[in-house]
């Protein structure tokens, strides 16, 4: 087999499993992940129940590679705006328009505390990048006065994580929950500075 058909297939190939995803995502979404068959997905990928394997072991490892993409899409959404505070209140909006994708991660999060769950490890390094990422953004406003610094950064970004997993899971109860508002706010009391500057 040539260098540029094999190329050609693994391209093929990765365009086909980002399909998949694709359509995962929009399905557990709008159909929930509990009520969605594979058999589902493959439909409308358009392939047999049977080429799903070829990509992903189960449906597990499906719904890992889907929590994968509603992160990336919701680093996407914040444009320029970079990892840190000031892109919390953009996700959680988004949140709020994906509320199947919201749920599911909620649902997922909480099961998947079992070392042997098929997506134990996504959310053990998720919750680790998210807290040293908004750690690192802290740091940086905590030297320039913007942030208060008698807490330490850690902390204080496990806690502003924390609220916002909070307020999505009241959200998800009571749609009148303003988590993107929530979450400003928060910031803006829990994080300000000791004594502010003039």
């Given at each position: 087999?040539?260098?540029?058909r ?6 093929k ?38 080429t799903?394997f ?13 929590l ?15 990892v840190?505070l ?17 749920t599911?991660?909620?649902v997922?999060?909480a ?9 134990h ?14 750690a690192?953004?802290?740091e ?13 950064s ?8 924390a609220?916002?997993?909070g307020?999505?899971?009241?959200w998800l109860y ?24 003039e």
């Amino acid at each position: 087999m040539s260098t540029t058909r094999a190329r050609g297939q693994y391209a093929k190939g990765a365009e086909r499993r980002e399909q998949i995803i694709q359509t995962a995502a929009d399905v557990f979404a709008t159909e929930g992940f509990e009520g969605t068959a594979l058999k589902r997905v493959a439909e409308l990928v358009g392939v047999k129940e049977a080429t799903l394997f070829h990509y992903f072991k189960g449906k597990q490892e499906l719904l890992t590679a889907v929590l994968a993409e509603r992160d990336r899409r919701s680093l996407a959404v914040g444009g320029d705006i970079g990892v840190g505070l000031d892109l919390m209140a953009p996700i959680a909006e988004r949140n709020e328009r994906e509320p199947g994708l919201t749920t599911l991660y909620a649902v997922a999060s909480a099961t998947a505390n079992d070392p042997h769950h098929d997506s134990h490890g996504y959310f053990k390094e998720r919750y680790e990048t998210v807290v040293r990422d908004i750690a690192a953004d802290i740091e940086r406003r905590q030297a320039t006065g913007k942030v208060r610094s008698d807490v330490n950064s850690v902390m204080l970004a496990r806690l502003t994580v924390a609220a916002f997993d909070g307020l999505q899971l009241q959200w998800l109860y009571d749609k009148n929950v303003d988590m993107a508002d929530g979450l400003r706010q928060l910031i803006e009391v829990l994080l300000a500075p000791s004594h502010p500057t003039e």
